[in-house]
């Protein structure tokens, strides 16, 4: 309850797009869930949330969240048994410098009154790990 958030960086994003005149027409961040045995008897969460840090280390809205939750998004697929957000407009704004990446934290939405558990697959993981899908058109 109330408790873990995960500091997500991608350390590598700006340089690898730097020098090159693009537009970012579709970001979208994968969160896929670890099956666990012991997930038993606790429900997963309905919805995660993501927030990014300013540069004074509060947390504030991704402007992509103000797009609505259908855009957004965040809520559990049980389909394919993730999490997913649409972050483009976030990532076009780091690249065109309007903002500073100081990492995104994520979160249980409604943590504070809603108990449950999830475990979630890094970027380390050999199969179905944490991406960061973007396509994108050159200007």
């Known amino acids: ?3 873990v958030k995960v500091k997500l960086i991608f350390p590598d994003f700006k340089n690898f797009f730097a020098n090159k005149k693009l ?3 579709k970001a979208e961040l994968i969160i896929p869930v670890e099956t666990d045995p012991t997930q ?9 949330t993501l927030v990014r840090l300013d540069g ?3 947390i504030a809205y991704l402007i992509d969240q103000f797009e609505g939750d259908s855009h957004f998004r965040g809520v559990y697929d049980s389909v394919n048994n993730q999490y997913s957000f649409t972050i483009t407009r976030h990532l076009q704004n780091i690249l065109l410098n309007n903002i500073q990446d100081y990492g995104l934290y994520l979160m ?3 943590s504070s009154i809603n108990a449950g558990r999830v ?3 890094g970027p380390k993981r050999s199969s179905r790990k944490l991406k960061l899908n973007i396509t994108y058109s050159k200007l």
């Open 56 to 58: 004074t280390g509060n």
């Open 119 to 121: 475990f979630l697959r």
């Open 1 to 3: 309850m109330a408790g």
């Open 23 to 25: 537009v970012l027409n």
């Open 108 to 110: 249980v939405s409604g």
């Open 40 to 48: 038993s008897g606790y429900a997963l969460p309905s919805k995660l």
